[in-house]
């Protein structure tokens, strides 16, 4: 089993609507969780992260975490055709301090 | 505040030939990592200093692979020699020591290797 676990898309949503990126972890003692967002021959860019339970918002964005069912999810709302990416999910282990990434999901937003 | 600057932007290698890739950290940095991105998949760890110390090497394939990271600022990464299936991007990021967990860290623009 992967330690983040992403579904590769790509998600194709129309512009407007809102899309839900889903990632699942493996160490239960992961403390920090982070979303970023890589455009096509570019390197990533954080976009959110969340420490505690429920919801965080910012902007368009919102992050979603739920500890127990392991799982983080990014939503996008009025989704526009310049958030077209690969999101990347990553969470900071309880062990080696380091960040490990999913292997994303690409995201296509059509006008 | 200059970001995580890295160099060179592209390279292409015969197999078999050396290659370095050179990483200079945001300024008072002290933890720095060298992440590999294949195709397709995340970024994976390969290293990860704290000043000049490697303390997080074992994703490193030590026959070809080595690191340093001199004065606890720049740091190269070098393959000796370089294999068809090294070609991917590598990539530098660095954060404030013990912070990574809180608040990520931010990515250099990536070396892209083809090895042909």
């Known amino acids: 089993q992967k330690e983040v676990e992403q579904n590769s898309g790509p998600l194709s949503v129309p512009e407007g609507a809102i899309a839900s990126l889903n990632c699942t972890y493996s160490d239960r003692g992961s403390q920090s969780f982070f979303w970023y967002r890589q455009y096509s021959g570019k390197s990533p860019e954080l976009i959110m992260f969340i420490y505690s339970n429920g919801d965080k918002e910012d902007g368009r964005f919102t992050a979603q975490l739920n500890k127990a069912s392991q799982y983080v999810s990014l939503l996008i709302r009025d989704s526009q055709p310049s958030d077209s990416a690969t999101y990347l999910c990553?969470?900071?282990?309880?062990?080696?301090?380091?960040?490990?990434f999913g292997a994303g999901t690409i995201l296509r937003v059509k006008s | 505040e200059a970001g995580v600057v890295q160099s060179p932007r592209y390279k292409i290698i015969e197999k078999k030939q050396p290659v370095a890739f050179w990483c200079n950290p945001i300024?008072?940095?002290?933890?720095l990592y060298w992440y590999r991105q294949n195709l397709g998949q995340g970024p994976e760890l390969l290293i990860r200093?704290?000043?000049?110390?490697?303390?997080?090497d074992s994703q490193l394939p030590k026959d070809r692979f080595s690191a340093e990271r001199l004065k606890g600022v720049d740091s190269t990464l070098k393959i000796q020699p370089a294999e068809l299936g090294d070609s991917a991007v590598y990539l530098c990021?660095?954060?404030?020591?013990?912070?990574?967990?809180?608040?990520?860290?931010?990515f250099g623009s990536g070396t892209r290797l083809t090895v042909v």
């Open positions: 300024s008072g940095h002290n933890t």
């Open positions: 990553a969470v900071n282990t309880e062990y080696g301090n380091k960040l490990v």
């Open positions: 200093y704290e000043n000049e110390e490697a303390v997080d």
């Open positions: 990021a660095s954060s404030l020591e013990g912070r990574q967990g809180d608040y990520g860290y931010t």
